[in-house]
Nanobody, 123 residues
Framework: QVQLVESGGGLVQAGGSLRLSCAAS????????MGWFRQAPGKVREFVAA????????YYADSVKGRFTISRDNARNTMYLQMNSLKPEDTAVYSC????????????????WGQGTQVTVSS
């Protein structure tokens, strides 16, 4: 089992920045690929970013490319999502996930999920 706890969400004005953290405990963190997904009210959950075991390969949704940066610190069992130039359309509950998904962008491939943290961007 892997337990995931997100933090760092909050209310920010458009153009601002936030850094989300995902702290893992339980099984070896470095054994898993990690991802961030988000879900806005009335919308389906969507892929945001993911990072491979080594932390070298990263993947981003087109909507956040160039604004968000995913990283991981395997020694600290923590993953991060630095979010810059935030837009109102980034408002959602952001959840982190861990697993060995066949497709890094597909939520169903992740086994472990956090509870989520709310990000609200005001215009």
């Amino acid at each position: 089992q892997v337990q995931l706890v997100e933090s760092g969400g909050g209310l920010v004005q458009a153009g601002g920045s936030l850094r989300l953290s995902c702290a893992a405990s339980g099984r070896t963190f470095s054994n898993y690929a990690m991802g961030w997904f988000r879900q806005a009210p009335g919308k389906v959950r969507e892929f945001v970013a993911a990072i491979r075991l080594s932390g070298i390969s990263t993947y981003y949704a087109d909507s956040v490319k160039g604004r968000f940066t995913i990283s991981r610190d395997n020694a600290r069992n923590t993953m991060y999502l630095q979010m810059n130039s935030l837009k109102p359309e980034d408002t959602a509950v952001y959840s982190c996930a861990a697993g060995l998904p066949p497709s890094i962008e597909t939520a169903s491939g992740y086994v472990y999920w956090g509870q989520g943290t709310q990000v609200t961007v005001s215009s």
